[in-house]
C-alpha cells in the first residue's frame, strides 16, 4: 500500500533558515530538519518545494492535488501579501495546514495579518520548527478521517 503524502511548500527567504536571523528564525537549515522529519515519519511520504517566486508557489499548489492528500505551507512574507496564493489554496480540494516558525501575531503590525488562514483547516504558529511536527501529526488526522 503506497503511503499518503504530504507536501511542505515554502515561500521567500524559507531557503535561508538557519542563516536568515537566527535569533528568530533558529539556527538549523530547513534541509536538515527535513531529515529529521522523514526519519520521525515514515508512514507519510514528505515532499519539499521552496521559491521565491509567487507563480511557482501557485503553480506548485495546483499541481498538487495530483500527488498529494495535503499540503502544510509556510508562504514566507506572502502571507501578508498575496491574494493569488489565497486563491490557488481555494482551487485545491485538499486540506492546507498553514505554519509560521515565529508568531506572526506578536511582531510587527503588518506581518499580523494572514490571508491565508482562513482557508487552511489548522495553524500552528510561534513554535518554531516543531510546527512542521505538530502539523504533520495533524495532517495525519485529517487523512485517516478521510478527508
Known amino acids: ?18 542563516v536568515r536571523q537566527p535569533e528568530i528564525y533558529g539556527k538549523v537549515s530547513f534541509e536538515t530538519y527535513l531529515e529529521e522529519l522523514h526519519a ?3 508512514e507519510v511520504s514528505l515532499g ?9 508557489l ?7 492535488p495530483s500527488s498529494y492528500r ?12 498575496s491574494v493569488a496564493i489565497r486563491d490557488a489554496l481555494t482551487c485545491i ?9 515565529s508568531n506572526i501575531y506578536a511582531r510587527e503590525e503588518f506581518r ?7 482557508v487552511c483547516v489548522s495553524s500552528f504558529v ?16 485529517f487523512i485517516k478521517a478521510g478527508f
Open 1 to 18: 500500500m503506497q503511503k499518503p503524502g504530504i507536501l511542505i511548500i515554502h515561500g521567500p527567504n524559507l531557503n535561508m533558515l538557519g
Open 126 to 141: 510561534g513554535f518554531g520548527m516543531q510546527g512542521y511536527k505538530m502539523a504533520i501529526e495533524r495532517m495525519m488526522e
Open 93 to 101: 480540494q485538499i486540506p492546507v495546514i498553514e505554519v509560521h516558525l
Open 40 to 42: 520521525s515519519f515514515d
Open 112 to 118: 499580523r495579518v494572514s490571508l491565508i488562514k482562513d
Open 58 to 64: 501557485i503553480d506548485c499548489i495546483q499541481e498538487s
Open 48 to 56: 519539499y518545494y521552496q521559491s521565491n517566486h509567487e507563480g511557482d
Open 70 to 81: 495535503g499540503i502544510i505551507i509556510n508562504p514566507g512574507a506572502y502571507t501578508h501579501t
